[in-house]
């Protein structure tokens, strides 16, 4: 089978390093908030180019805490895509606010700003492009429309560890930055991870008080806070494969170039690459086909393992079928959800599974 992730291929010095990473924790007997933990704030946030970072239990967490941060809640607004993990929403959700749903640019699948305006309202508190698939949104229509309406642009970064817009790396743009750090993602941790990233100290300190029971010193809780800490195995594990990131982004780029140039098959259509390769990560590679089901038939019974990202757009969830959406619907992430499919692209694929898979798409008929 060539497998959608493949983490026991991970090199062997890495194994090794995390093991003496845990090694490590476990002796100091400083299992949550210490060293690691802030060391690995002060790395992520050298690494991703923003001031502050603070790192939390999970990537929704991140998003939840972020948004209560800037005092987002009840009565709030917050305008998203349904073309995304349903983590984006949740965490909409769990802050009180109402998500609403903008429709997708049909060639990247990500966030369309003239849909995004028809779902303005007096309400709106802020506009959440989740740079999907590993791609850098095209943030400056975004930026332009926020600052006009005087709302918050904030930026779901799950997918999307070191890609830039116009030499500046995603996450810089927004209010503050969401990131996961789960199991797949372009750096993950065998568990759970997240972190909120800022440019403000305001809005990293007042995450910092809501991630540890909005506790800002022993024993004062100035507001309702969750129990979101990252753990210091995790901060120390993370810190390990942090060195490995830029080497499995450039193996991603390489997969998704074999992948861009050999596939010819007039019923499969690959999501275009930019022109500019640092815009993209490449956490997914998603092509679509009319047919996606046979597709995904087609591509198992040759040994080959794929996933639909996503099949059900986040407005058709039971908890999210009544939301307010663009007036117009949403058309082009419906339509894209029914032919999406990802094909394996990760670091650890060889040359001729990448080449399997090629060969396997290009003798797919309809
Ligand atoms: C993975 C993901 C999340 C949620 O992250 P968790 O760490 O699983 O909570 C949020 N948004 C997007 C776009 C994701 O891909």
């Known amino acids: 089978m060539i497998p959608m992730n493949a983490f026991t291929r991970e090199p062997d010095p890495l194994v090794q390093a995390q093991l003496r990473a845990v090694e490590r924790v476990i002796r100091s007997g400083q299992w949550i908030l210490g060293k690691e933990v802030r060391d690995f704030e002060a790395e992520w946030s050298a690494w991703s180019g923003l001031g502050h970072t603070v790192g939390v239990a999970n990537g929704t967490d991140a998003l939840e805490i972020g948004m209560r941060a800037l005092g987002i809640c009840s009565g709030d607004e917050v305008i998203t895509t349904p073309m995304t993990a349903f983590a984006t929403a949740l965490a909409i959700l769990r802050t009180g606010a109402t998500p609403v749903f903008a429709d997708i640019d049909r060639d990247t699948a990500i966030l369309d700003v003239a849909s995004v305006r028809r779902c303005l309202s007096p309400r709106t508190k802020a506009v959440m492009m989740v740079h999907l698939y590993g791609?850098?949104?095209?943030?400056?229509?975004?930026?332009?429309?926020?600052?006009?309406?005087?709302?918050?642009?904030?930026?779901?970064?799950?997918?999307?560890?070191?890609?830039?817009?116009?030499?500046?790396?995603?996450?810089?743009?927004?209010?503050?930055?969401?990131?996961?750090?789960?199991?797949?993602?372009?750096?993950?941790?065998?568990?759970?991870?997240?972190?909120?990233s800022t440019r403000c100290r305001h809005i990293s300190e007042k995450a910092r008080i809501l991630r540890n029971y909005g506790q800002d010193m022993p024993c004062r809780h100035p507001?309702?806070?969750?129990?979101?800490?990252?753990?210091?195995?995790h901060?120390?594990?993370?810190?390990?494969?942090?060195?490995f990131l830029p080497d499995w982004t450039n193996r991603r780029r390489r997969v998704a170039r074999a992948y861009a140039r050999g596939i010819r098959n007039a019923y499969v259509r690959v999501l275009p690459l930019p022109a500019d390769p640092e815009n993209h990560v490449h956490h997914l590679f998603v092509v679509t086909a009319d047919r996606r089901e046979a597709l995904m038939d087609h591509l198992e019974s040759r040994g080959i393992e794929t996933l639909p990202h996503y099949p059900v757009p986040v407005h058709f969830q039971e908890p999210c079928r009544q939301l307010p959406r663009d007036p117009q619907g949403l058309p082009a992430a419906e339509k894209h959800a029914a032919e999406c499919l990802s094909l394996p692209c990760h670091p650890f694929l060889t040359e001729d599974e990448v080449a399997a898979v090629i060969a396997a798409v290009n003798r797919f008929r309809g």
């Open 135 to 196: 791609q850098a949104g095209p943030v400056d229509p975004f930026l332009e429309l926020c600052a006009e309406r005087g709302v918050f642009f904030i930026e779901d970064c799950a997918q999307a560890h070191g890609a830039r817009w116009r030499g500046k790396p995603v996450g810089s743009f927004g209010a503050f930055a969401g990131w996961s750090f789960y199991p797949t993602k372009n750096l993950g941790t065998p568990g759970d991870a997240g972190a909120v």
């Open 223 to 233: 507001v309702e806070g969750l129990n979101s800490r990252l753990d210091e195995l």
């Open 235 to 243: 901060a120390a594990i993370l810190r390990e494969r942090l060195s």
